[in-house]
């Protein structure tokens, strides 16, 4: 997955339909926490379904809407390459993730368009970081992009 731009996000809140579902959820780049990232989106999939019955879908097309991020559940390859977090929205037009390098707290919404605050963080900085290197003989400070 591509890192967010400024662009990307401006077109998802842009996005206006009945049925804007955005779903963050930690993820786990390695050891024995990501086999429990599936079933944490298996769960939230299942919140937004019933969010999406309770604004007057039927769940026949609340599955079908929610079908590509279930599908997810299952790729093990799609898994295995995973950052802090996940991002994902569905509306009946698009079906978009991202990944973060910072943890999502667990959150689903059904709305008119889609949630993007906690992708926000995302777009604070301006690429530039720093690590300070030190040894027994030397102190170095490193600037990078």
């Known amino acids: 997955m591509n890192p967010l731009t400024s662009d990307e ?11 804007c579902v955005s779903i963050f959820l930690p993820t786990h780049a390695k050891g024995g926490d990501t086999q429990q990232d599936p079933i944490r ?5 299942k919140g937004a379904e019933e969010k999406l019955v ?3 879908m039927r ?10 991020a279930q ?8 898994w295995s390459h995973q950052s802090d977090g996940l991002a994902i929205f569905v509306s009946p037009e698009r079906f978009i993730l991202h990944g973060a390098p910072f943890d999502f707290d667990e959150l689903v919404v059904v709305s008119d368009r889609f949630h993007t ?11 530039l970081f720093y690590v300070l290197a030190l040894s027994q003989n030397q102190v170095r400070l490193l600037q990078g992009t």
């Open 9 to 19: 996000l401006r077109a998802l809140m842009d996005c206006k339909s009945g049925s």
């Open 41 to 45: 989106l298996k769960n939230l999939l």
């Open 54 to 56: 309770q604004k007057g």
């Open 59 to 68: 769940s026949a097309s609340a599955k079908a809407l929610l079908r590509p």
């Open 71 to 78: 599908d997810l559940v299952s790729d093990t390859r799609f």
């Open 117 to 127: 605050k906690p992708l926000l963080p995302l777009l604070s900085g301006d690429g």
